[in-house]
């Protein structure tokens, strides 16, 4: 195996050092320059002549709020957050030109005379340097800052900040494989809170309208809703679609359209999701309590008990109660009795977002560290198998047989394969 030997005095170490004041967001070489994109302190310009001695450091303010920075040609361009790219004359580092952009520009990458820029909501935008900057061609949406997952039957449902679409898992080496059940329009927050893929259905909650629920076949129509005030999650079983929101649980038969509420279960609770097992419906409550229902007859839903600890999101595994509970990590419970877990062992997460279980291993999101995978063939001691980074903040996860799927906020949708002999694989 070949590599380097960083160890002091093998002649490897950095040149210099020094200070630019604000916080460097990215970095480009322009010649004997280094380009610094440094938020709100704009643009920054660095004279590399002599490296064991960088010369001034220059301010531009081109920017209020500089995100990403790259050479073309003899100019500069400057992707700002607040919904502008800006090309700077090389030389004079003057602006030459603005084009404004309908989200928030927050990286691009230049090739010859077409610069690529990540716009967050407003999607990839392409523009043309002729004569200054212009739009060239339709952007390409995407899905945004990735919220929510849900997988089943080799598809997944994804919600982001620009709308829900459905991705085709057997068609991932085809283009388009993500086809739009709902877009968002450029520029505004589409605000899903909980997507389910059951059969051919797609159910998605939106703050702003209620229960929603799609068909996801070649038409992908919408087949019929329910308006609910804030509703947070919900879980689909058979015929009945259980909906918790800030003041309790509504029970929605959706066996035909439109759905119509059978019942519904008053409560003051901060629930945040909701989870069915036989009679039992367990609802997690972020302010420390997961609450247990029995639901046996959903016409007369009772509250039977509470397991006190804090969750974000629910699975089952087996006999086993798995939540995903923020700082407290990963915590487990046993079901003896179907309505009253009992508190049996911890794995500990910096920022724990969702838990998806699959035999005896949990895929837990981590928001700050990534996505691990926890055995849990010991369940009072959970151990950790493995960690995937990734490039952006996990938040929520869901398993198909052969697919794992992520929800990666700024980093998007990850899929992974699931295979014999290991965890995970890209």
């Not at 303010?61 to 607040?82: E, H, I, T």
């Not at 990839?124 to 089943?152: C, F, K, N, Q, Y």
Request: proline share 5%.
């Amino acid at each position: 195996m070949y590599g380097l030997d960083l160890t002091p005095g093998a002649g490897f170490g950095p040149l210099t050092q020094f200070g630019i004041g604000g916080p460097g967001r990215r970095l480009a070489v322009d010649g004997a320059r280094l380009l610094v994109a440094a938020e709100k302190d704009g643009l920054w310009v660095v004279d590399l002549t002599d490296l064991t001695n960088p010369g001034s450091v220059t301010t531009v303010a081109a920017s209020s709020a500089a995100m990403d920075v790259a050479p073309c040609g003899r100019a500069v361009c400057v992707a700002d957050y607040l919904s502008r790219l800006a090309l700077l004359d090389g030389r004079t580092l003057s602006v030459i030109s603005v084009l404004e952009t309908p989200g928030a520009a927050v990286g691009l990458a230049v090739h010859k005379d077409k610069v690529m820029v990540a716009d967050y909501s407003g999607g990839i935008r392409p523009a043309r340097l002729a004569e200054g900057l212009r739009e060239d061609g339709s952007p390409w949406v995407t899905l945004g800052w990735v919220s929510g997952v849900a997988a089943g039957g080799n598809r997944a449902a994804a919600i982001g900040t620009n709308g829900l679409a459905l991705l085709d898992l057997a068609m991932l080496s085809e283009m388009p494989a993500i086809r739009y059940l709902i877009d968002a329009s450029p520029g505004e927050t589409f605000a899903g809170t909980d997507v389910a893929l059951v059969d051919r259905r797609a159910y998605l909650l939106q703050t702003d309208v209620g229960f929603r629920v799609f068909e996801v076949d070649d038409d992908l129509s919408e087949m019929g809703r329910y308006t609910l005030t804030r509703p947070r999650a919900m879980v689909v079983k058979e015929d009945l679609a259980f909906v918790v929101h800030p003041d309790g649980l509504a029970i929605l038969r959706v066996e035909q359209m439109p759905p119509m509420l059978l019942q519904s279960f008053t409560h003051a609770w901060d629930a945040v999701d909701v989870l069915a097992w036989e009679d039992a419906l367990y609802v997690a409550d972020r302010s420390g309590t997961v609450w247990t229902l029995n639901v046996g007859d959903p016409s007369r839903p009772i509250l039977t008990g509470q397991w006190d600890r804090p969750a974000l999101r629910l699975a089952m595994g087996g006999n086993l109660l798995v939540a995903a509970a923020g700082d407290k990590g990963l915590c487990t419970a046993v079901l003896g009795d179907l309505f009253r877990p009992l508190k049996l062992g911890r794995w500990i997460a910096e920022d724990a977002r969702d838990v998806a279980v699959i035999g005896s291993r949990a895929y837990l999101a981590d928001a700050c560290n990534g996505l691990h995978v926890i055995l849990l063939k010991s369940p009072a001691g959970p151990t950790s198998v493995g960690v995937l980074s990734t490039a952006g903040s996990p938040q929520a996860v869901a398993i198909d047989e052969e697919w794992v799927v992520v929800a990666d906020a700024a980093g998007g949708l990850l899929v992974y394969r699931r295979e014999q002999n290991r965890d995970c694989s890209a």
